[in-house]
């Protein structure tokens, strides 16, 4: 997996830190060892310590079958994508009531017809209206479907239903973190509470440092409104009030037609392929080399990021041959703030454009 958080998760130690003490531990050691687990045992070892110490802790009934349902949710769903790791993939969000008659159902079943000749993948909540049209364009074989139980009957739009890649989920957050952590490119179509949600959750985890950058794209009808209606708020409150930075409106993009929409997100994996952090620096992977006055143009633009240094291109680091696919790609290396991610953004776009 792809590390959705750029490295942050690669960097939390992969040697076991709890203990039950030396019997249990052992036996804990042992019986990982007897299933036959190859990847990550010290981490296996922890998970079972930790369900231990819920009985310990004397847990509640309601608090376990949280966690279990949780966990379990979690493992299937990775189960699931592990099969398809060499598509990129976007996200779409929008609404399950708009109909196939309206303008946004249109762009929607088009974009996503696009994406997928660009060699994307599409995933989508699973239901009709915005979701139904992006995978009846994006078709069965392309088309992944995180459904959500709810207390009214919600079936599957016609696409996926059926297909073992219609993964459902019982709670919202597990469901959520899926789709941040499988994506690599969101798509929002006009929608209601559920729409405003994942997009300002995603939006909030770049804008944090919680999750890399990804592009993200408001997509509208030609002549739709809802969008720009949305960024008269934004300006027009929380701008003017200070609760966000004008660097921040970077970090997205309003279009009007699935072929901006495709552009974007194509145009953003032109150059630029993935980044992590290692330690305090920021490791970029790009697709080819810059020239030295590109370099040089990128240091002049992004001083004002830079913790110490300069960026410099150079080839992997040595903490990063648990990735051994992308060992052979230049990197651009450098040790930033973190503080404004949004202008981590801004320093993707001159990368492309470089």
């Known amino acids: 997996m792809e590390d959705f958080t750029a490295g ?34 010290e981490l296996l070892e922890e998970m079972i310590m930790t369900v231990l110490k819920m009985a310990r802790d004397k847990m509640g009934t309601a608090d376990l079958k949280l966690m279990n349902r949780s966990l379990k949710e979690m493992r299937y769903a990775a189960k699931i994508f592990s099969g398809y ?175 901006e929409a495709v552009q974007e997100i194509v145009h953003f994996y032109s150059a630029y392929q993935s980044a992590r952090w290692v330690g305090d620096q920021l490791v970029i992977r790009i697709n080819h080399p810059l020239s030295e006055d590109a370099l040089r143009e990128l240091n002049d633009k992004f001083a004002d990021i830079l913790r110490n240094g300069e960026i410099v291109q150079g080839p992997a680091l040595r903490q990063e041959k648990n990735e051994p696919a992308l060992a052979a790609l230049p990197r651009l290396i450098l040790s930033p703030h973190r503080q404004s991610f949004a202008r981590f953004r801004q320093l993707i776009d001159a990368i492309n454009d470089s």
């Open 8 to 41: 942050t998760t690669q960097q939390q130690p992969t040697r076991r830190q709890s203990s039950l003490g030396p019997e249990w531990d052992a036996r804990i050691h042992q019986l990982v060892a007897d299933w036959g687990a190859e990847k990550s045992p």
């Open 85 to 259: 790791r060499e598509f990129r993939k976007v996200c779409v969000f929008g609404s399950a009531r708009t109909l196939p008659t309206a303008p946004e159902f249109q762009v929607a079943e088009e974009f996503a017809r696009q994406i997928v000749a660009e060699h994307y993948q599409v995933i989508t909540g699973g239901g009709d209206g915005i979701m139904g049209a992006a995978q009846k364009g994006a078709g069965r074989a392309n088309s992944f479907g995180l459904n959500i139980r709810l207390p009214f009957e919600q079936r599957a739009n016609e696409t996926i239903y059926g297909d073992p890649k219609l993964i459902n989920f019982n709670y919202f957050f597990t469901r959520k973190l899926n789709f941040v952590k499988e994506t690599h490119a969101l798509a929002l179509f006009p929608g209601g509470f559920g729409t405003m949600d994942e997009g300002f959750e995603v939006l909030t985890l770049m804008q944090t440092g919680k999750a890399r950058i990804i592009p993200v794209v408001f997509v509208d009808a030609p002549d739709g409104t809802y969008w720009e209606t949305w960024m008269k708020f934004l300006t027009d409150h929380l701008f003017k009030l200070g609760l966000i930075g004008a660097d921040d409106f970077h970090l997205f993009k309003i279009v009007h037609s699935a072929r």
